[in-house]
């Protein structure tokens, strides 16, 4: 079950959780991103960077609610950022907020980094590694065990302030109390889950779930009474979520060199130093939030600047040193030990030929088409390449090479339209000409790009256009001077403020209407002549008919009368 993904409604295949995750955790399929469980170190960057707020934390929020409603006693462990994640008056009225939305107690975490910090110093003059890592921050430990598991020997085998505290709970107020830590990491809801220590933390709230719950409750920490928190804290564990704060609170030793690490690629680096060998004899104190954990990917959103709330930490800090100066003892009877198990992840390198075979269906068919622009997300395109044959990636993530093939496709079809293409500017200058209507018109590009249309052709189709943001359509026009007669249409390209005109020659197939007509005028004028002629010549002969007829009739009567005399009758 993934504790963080994205949303799949939202993601817009814009690639920048990919370029922020320095592990490569993230898997694009189907252009949909997707955090792969076994390679995720769970430090949310991906997640906070997403700018269509793709976000899927799975949230412990309901359990503690009905955790709340079934009266069990329900303790707040808050870490020590959270003056820097609210605003408030006091950090009693945090502890009153907390008190109003149902919790039974509330107690710092630092109390538990009290414990760490000096089991910490034990470590340290133990001299037993050659090199040290503190483990408070489980990001940081997974990308050990996973990246660079050659040194997970060297990982400090304490467990983390949130673990500690969350075991001081328990042994206090029962182990049927109901324990919920509070803070801005989301790796802590991966690491209450942890098998060695399942039971300890029951339940992880980000400071940003927290901050929502309280605006549904309409929760005002600032005009809410302050009350005094449960147990209070040595200021050295309150210091662990400001850069350096933990290497500051146990002592040192000459064996090793404290070393401060902020940012998962600088973690990166000096992590692979140690392993190149280059680095020896140091304490690490690495941090995957880049300024610490007051900089967590759980933090309230409306709380943006870093250093307004590293300014809040650092006054609770003085405010408490003069008072809180004596840590609490270990509790022996307590075991707060975490073993470290190195889970690389075993991958298969694609073959010269697989990878070449890859580069090219991006286009990549020379070393110097290999831009390794990182648009992507990868650092090469190579690496790219490897991530296509692990089904990390897909081909189309190459936006050079998606963009000249968009507009290879575009130029092909620009150049050779049988169509008029042009693209015309709100000053009604010409922008882009096509070859054909260069052609038509006579006209160079070079002429007249940047110039108005009027040079070339009526300007007032294109002017009404612009002004009514209405497009023409289908307009037959006939421009003598240049012996043709268009089907002209006129776009309005509203997004870029531009105007599209596509005009088909029509001549051609006017000339041929035209002949046609001719062709059908003459052969109604011949048919009419011929039936005209037909006609007189029938009227000819019915009159010639006519006048044989009598003839006939006058002889053959006379005939007939001599006939009779001759009979005598």
């Not at 963009?403 to 015309?424: C, M, W, Y």
């Amino acid at each position: 079950m993934n504790l963080l993904d994205f949303s799949k409604a939202n993601c817009k295949n814009c690639y920048k959780c990919l370029r922020t995750c320095q592990v490569k955790a993230v898997k694009i399929k189907n252009d949909q991103a997707g955090i792969v469980e076994e390679r995720c170190i769970g430090c949310g960057q991906c997640l906070v960077v997403c700018p269509q707020d793709a976000r899927n934390i799975k949230s412990d929020l309901a359990d503690v609610k009905a955790a709340i409603q079934q009266n069990k006693r329900v303790i707040a462990s808050i870490a020590p950022s959270f003056v820097g994640a609210f605003h408030m008056q006091s950090p009693g009225s945090f502890a009153a907020a907390l008190k109003s939305l149902g919790f039974s107690l509330v107690e710092e975490t630092a109390a538990g980094a009290e414990i760490v910090a000096q089991l910490y110093d034990k470590a340290i003059h133990s001299n037993k590694h050659e090199n040290l890592i503190t483990t408070c921050c489980p990001s940081a430990n997974y990308l050990v065990d996973t990246y660079y598991p050659s040194l997970t020997d060297s990982l400090i085998p304490v467990v983390s302030p949130m673990l500690a505290h969350g075991k001081l709970l328990k042994q206090t107020y029962g182990y049927e109390s109901y324990v919920v830590f509070i803070g801005p990491c989301t790796a802590k809801k991966i690491e209450a889950l942890s098998f060695q220590h399942k039971g300890t933390i029951d339940a992880v709230l980000t400071f940003e779930e927290l901050s929502k719950w309280m605006e549904e409750e309409s929760i005002d920490i600032d005009s809410i009474s302050p009350i005094e928190l449960e147990a209070a804290a040595c200021f050295k564990g309150q210091a662990f979520p400001l850069l350096g704060g933990v290497l500051d609170s146990f002592g040192d030793n000459r064996k090793y060199e404290k070393l401060r690490i902020d940012g998962i690629a600088e973690c990166m680096e000096v992590l692979q130093s140690i392993e190149d060998g280059n680095i020896k004899g140091v304490c690490l104190e690495l941090n995957i939030c880049k300024g610490g954990c007051i900089n967590g990917p759980g933090m309230p959103k409306h709380e943006k600047d870093y250093y307004k709330r590293q300014k809040r930490v650092k006054e609770y800090i003085n405010k408490r040193s003069s008072s809180l100066l004596e840590l609490r003892p270990v509790p022996t009877e307590l075991d707060f030990s975490k073993i470290f198990i190195a889970r690389p992840i075993k991958k298969n390198p694609a073959s010269d030929s697989t990878l070449k075979g890859i580069l090219e269906g991006m286009g990549k068919y020379e070393p110097s088409d290999e831009l390794n622009c990182g648009g992507c997300g990868y650092n090469t395109c190579r690496e790219k390449a490897q991530a296509v044959f692990e089904g990390m990636a897909e081909m189309n993530m190459c936006l050079p090479y998606m963009r000249g093939k968009a507009e290879s496709v575009t130029n092909v079809i620009f150049e050779n339209s049988p169509n008029i293409i042009l693209i015309i500017d709100e000053q009604l200058n010409v922008k882009e000409i096509n070859p054909k209507a260069q052609m038509v018109f006579g006209v160079k590009e070079d002429f007249i790009k940047e110039r108005p249309i009027s040079i070339i052709i009526d300007e007032e189709p294109f002017k009404f256009v612009r002004d009514s943001k209405k497009s023409l359509l289908a307009q037959r026009v006939t421009y003598p001077n240049y012996g043709v007669v268009l089907l002209q249409n006129i776009l309005y390209l509203e997004k870029q403020n531009m105007i599209l005109s596509i005009m088909s020659n029509i001549t051609k197939e006017e000339k041929q209407r035209d002949e046609l007509k001719r062709v059908k005028e003459n052969a109604i004028d011949a048919a009419q002549r011929v039936i005209e002629k037909q006609m007189r010549v029938a009227q000819e002969i019915a009159s010639l008919l006519g006048e044989t007829t009598a003839e006939t009739k006058v002889t053959l009567t006379k005939l007939k009368e001599i006939a009779l005399q001759e009979t005598g009758e």
